[in-house]
């Protein structure tokens, strides 16, 4: 059984995927149960912001995220692209939280981009089963 070194990286990007969802759907959660509001300062003005639609942003992407990780399983080309739009919604929200949350939102925004070029370059690397 041959198998090519990029297998690896794309079953470690489907397991990153699956991750990135569950802390996405916590995320979301405790933007829901929590408080109602944060205030952030702009521009020297305080801005307060409403966490409900936050919070159920980070669900939706959590749960799509999750969804695109187990259908990414069976390698389809569909499922590449799906993962591929997924990484990129979460990588967003990540830069929308850089200035509240600067390593965290940095270190998931890494990961999502390993995640789109893992799958990207090499979503079609399979295992020989025979």
């Keep these: 059984m041959r198998r090519s070194r990029w297998e690896g990286w794309v079953r470690l990007a489907i397991i990153l995927l699956i991750l990135n969802g569950l802390f996405n759907l916590l ?4 933007a829901l149960i929590g408080s109602n509001t944060y205030s952030a300062v702009v521009d020297g003005s305080l801005v307060p912001l409403d966490l409900t639609l ?3 942003w980070n ?3 959590g749960i799509v995220l999750i969804a695109a ?3 990414l399983t069976g390698g389809s080309l569909w499922a590449r692209v799906i993962t ?9 929200t990540q830069l929308l939280l850089m200035p509240t949350q600067p390593w965290s939102a940095l270190i998931v925004f890494v990961v999502d981009v390993l995640i789109i070029y893992a799958v990207a370059a090499h979503g079609r690397v399979k295992s020989d089963h025979r």
């Design 54 to 56: 936050w919070g159920w």
């Design 84 to 92: 591929v739009i997924a990484a990129s919604l979460s990588a967003i």
């Design 59 to 61: 669900i939706i992407v």
């Design 69 to 71: 990780g187990i259908a």
């Design 27 to 30: 995320q979301g959660f405790f």
